[in-house]
């Protein structure tokens, strides 16, 4: 099965009409409609129902659309690594996380980088979909808060702290951590909960047989932070601090929470090596900024993930 009526199949079913997807791809339409047809003819089935006001997918055309779809991105991804493998370089390598991650950790080190650095994308994704990202197809490598899925390789690349952001003039900004059993008698600012901080956040609150009330929630870390610097509650988030805002961490029974930062890459990838040495650089990166609240020595590396 060729490529190119792949390609043509999902111009179709993405344009609505022949007339629509042969001006995108610059071919005739009846050379285009015979395609198509012939593309039906391969598979045994047809991809679209026709009528005077276009076409529309059939139900196997809705069902064999996703496995098209997923063919290309893996040829393109092909095309990607043999012109990078020719350049004799490893270059322009795509990376998937979480909005925060990449704001907080991802875009820091390729600024720091330089013109060597072999991250040149990113994906942002929630936390529970950064993996299927990456078995996908649609990242190299992902920078994840949740347990690697045990076939891939990872790599321990910190903690970050689970904070409670409040501006200077209140009464917690000067202290050196709080416990949680205190936080959680402030009117709390939090994210939704498929936010990582507050999945963790809530986690810990039903373990220790907690309750708080939810002051304001949002999806926006960026009002979240404001909200907190507006004087309106305490802000449960693990990005950085930003309208002068000061961070407090949050006491637990022997440590105080945080989120876990693991760097995954499939070790058949054709670059896997140069993942593992970025991955160990972005550790050691994480290590001169954020020293506090980061793993001494060298990056925790496994082969399997954690239990």
């Known amino acids: 099965m060729e490529l190119r009526l792949l390609r043509y199949f999902t111009a179709v079913s993405a344009s609505g009409s022949l007339h629509a997807a042969a001006q995108r791809l610059h071919v005739a339409q009846p050379s285009l409609s015979r ?92 936390p529970e979909h950064v993996y299927s990202h990456l078995e996908r197809g649609k990242a190299d490598f992902a920078i994840g808060t949740l347990a690697p899925p045990k076939e891939y390789e990872w790599m321990v690349l910190g903690r970050a702290y689970v904070w409670a952001m409040v501006p200077p003039a209140h009464p917690l900004a000067g202290r050196q951590s709080v416990p949680l059993a205190e936080v959680v008698t402030e009117p709390l600012i939090v994210m939704d909960h498929t936010h990582r901080a507050r999945q963790i956040f809530d986690v810990a609150v039903a373990e220790a047989g907690l309750s708080y009330t939810v002051g304001a929630e949002t999806s926006v870390t960026a009002l979240a932070r404001a909200l907190a610097a507006a004087g ?54 994480n290590q001169q900024h954020y020293p506090e609240i980061n793993l001494p020595g060298s990056p925790d590396r496994r082969g399997l993930a954690p239990a």
Request: hydrophobic share 50%; glycine share 10%.
């Open 35 to 126: 395609q198509i047809r012939g593309l039906e003819a391969q598979l045994g089935f047809r991809l679209f129902d026709r009528s005077p006001r276009g076409l529309t997918l059939t139900q196997a055309g809705l069902a064999f659309l996703p496995v098209a779809q997923d063919l290309l991105i893996r040829a393109d991804r092909a095309g990607s690594a043999a012109q990078s493998i020719a350049r004799g370089a490893v270059t322009d390598l795509t990376a998937v996380a979480a909005s925060t991650t990449i704001a907080d950790v991802v875009a820091p080190f390729v600024a720091a980088s330089g013109p060597g650095g072999i991250i040149g994308n990113a994906v942002e994704a929630l």
């Open 232 to 285: 309106r509650g305490v802000a449960i988030l693990s990005d950085d601090p930003i309208f002068g805002l000061r961070t407090v961490p949050i006491e637990m029974t022997d440590h105080d929470l945080d989120i876990t930062l693991y760097g995954v890459w499939d070790p058949a990838h054709y670059a896997a090596d140069a993942i593992g040495h970025a991955l160990a650089e972005l550790s050691r990166f």
